[in-house]
C-alpha cells in the first residue's frame, strides 16, 4: 500500500519594496516516485484493453446483481433450516440408521427443491416425500403445509 502527502512549503521574501508571499505544494511518497498506475496508464497499448473492458463492466448488470431466490425456494431454505437448527430428541428416530423425514402437503414445487436437496440432516440421510392427506404424514419428523391447504389441516387437527 502507498501512502502519499502533500507538504507545503511558505516562502516569504520581505523586502521594503516588495513583498512576496509563496506557497509550494510537493507531493511526497514512501516510493519517492510516480505511482505504478499512473505509469502503466501512460502506456497506449493499456489504454486500449482497458478502457473497453471497463465500458463493456458497465453494461453488464448481472455480473453487478446478486440473483433473488423464487418464492418456493425461500420457504424451502425456511424448511431445511429449521430442521437443522432444530435440536431433536433421539425418540424421534427409531434407529441409528433412520432417515430424517420431510413431509410436504400441497405445494409442488417446495417438494421438488426439497428433494433436489442431497445434503445431511442431523447426520441422517434426507428424505422428502409428497403427502397427499395428514394421514400419510405419521413417519414424517416435519411437516410443510401449503398455504391452499392450510384450512384443511386445521380442521383435521380440531376434530
Known amino acids: 500500500m502507498r501512502v502519499e502527502s502533500n507538504e507545503v512549503i511558505t516562502v516569504n521574501h520581505s523586502q521594503p519594496e516588495r513583498r512576496v508571499d509563496c506557497a509550494i505544494v510537493r507531493r511526497c511518497s514512501r516510493a519517492g516516485g510516480m505511482s505504478a498506475l499512473r505509469h502503466i496508464w501512460r502506456w497506449?497499448?493499456?489504454?486500449?484493453?482497458?478502457?473497453?473492458?471497463?465500458?463493456?463492466?458497465?453494461?453488464?448488470?448481472?455480473?453487478?446483481?446478486p440473483r433473488i431466490p423464487s418464492e418456493p425456494e425461500l420457504k424451502a431454505r425456511l424448511v431445511y433450516q429449521f430442521a437443522l437448527l432444530t435440536e431433536w430428541p433421539s425418540a424421534a428416530f427409531q434407529t441409528t440408521n433412520t432417515n430424517f423425514v420431510i413431509g410436504v402437503l400441497g405445494d409442488q414445487?417446495?417438494?421438488?427443491?426439497?428433494n433436489a436437496a442431497t445434503n445431511l440432516l442431523q447426520n441422517r440421510n434426507l428424505y422428502v416425500t409428497n403427502l397427499m392427506d395428514l394421514q400419510s404424514a405419521e413417519s414424517c419428523h416435519l411437516i410443510f403445509v401449503s398455504e391452499t391447504n392450510a384450512s384443511k389441516v386445521a380442521q383435521s387437527l380440531r376434530t
Not at 497506449?44 to 446483481?65: D, K, M, N, T
Not at 414445487?109 to 426439497?114: A, G, K, N, P, S
Request: charged share 10%; net charge negative.
Open 109 to 114: 414445487e417446495v417438494f421438488e427443491i426439497l
Open 44 to 65: 497506449p497499448a493499456f489504454r486500449l484493453v482497458i478502457f473497453p473492458l471497463f465500458v463493456w463492466g458497465l453494461q453488464q448488470p448481472a455480473l453487478a446483481q
